[in-house]
């Protein structure tokens, strides 16, 4: 599993017109899966998640996690992070999970992340996706 995890003060996803998951503060998580990924690693990724310290205290150090601020939590699949560039000039994402089995890991993260969250929104599994969000810090970490 590889996640870019972002810190937000706002972020949506749109799907055509309709907007189908607005967050406020929180993070974004853009979460692709691989062919080895399962169920007990998504735990893992979530608890990983909720504990990371990446907002700001009182004075300024990075040392509150997204459940010390109430923050909210916007997942979006994304398989091209497990785009290979090293041959050719077009990507090739043989190292990602096939579709059934992402979409399956993908909705159970989904699951799972929303007793930990005060708000989880998503993006739809598939679906061509408008991601827009304003990027606090900025601060963006990656997570394999």
């Not at 055509?16 to 990924?37: K, M, N, P, S, W």
């Not at 893992?44 to 310290?53: F, Q």
């Amino acid at each position: 599993m590889k996640i870019v995890l972002q810190r937000v003060s706002s972020a949506s996803v749109r799907v055509g017109e309709a907007t189908i998951g607005e967050i406020r503060r929180g993070y974004v998580a853009l979460v692709g899966f691989g062919a080895g990924d399962d169920k007990a690693g998504v735990n893992r990724a979530i608890e990983k998640i909720k504990k990371l310290r990446l907002f700001p205290d009182d004075i300024g150090k990075t040392n509150r996690s997204i459940l010390d601020v109430g923050g909210a939590i916007l997942i979006v699949s994304q398989f091209t992070l497990y785009a290979d560039c090293k041959k050719g000039n077009r990507p090739s994402f043989t190292d990602a999970a096939p579709p059934d089995k992402a979409v399956e890991l993908y909705e159970y993260f989904i699951t799972a992340a929303k007793p930990h969250f005060t708000k989880v929104a998503h993006g739809s599994f598939g679906a061509a996706m408008h991601v827009e969000l304003v990027n606090d810090g900025p601060f963006t970490v990656i997570m394999d």
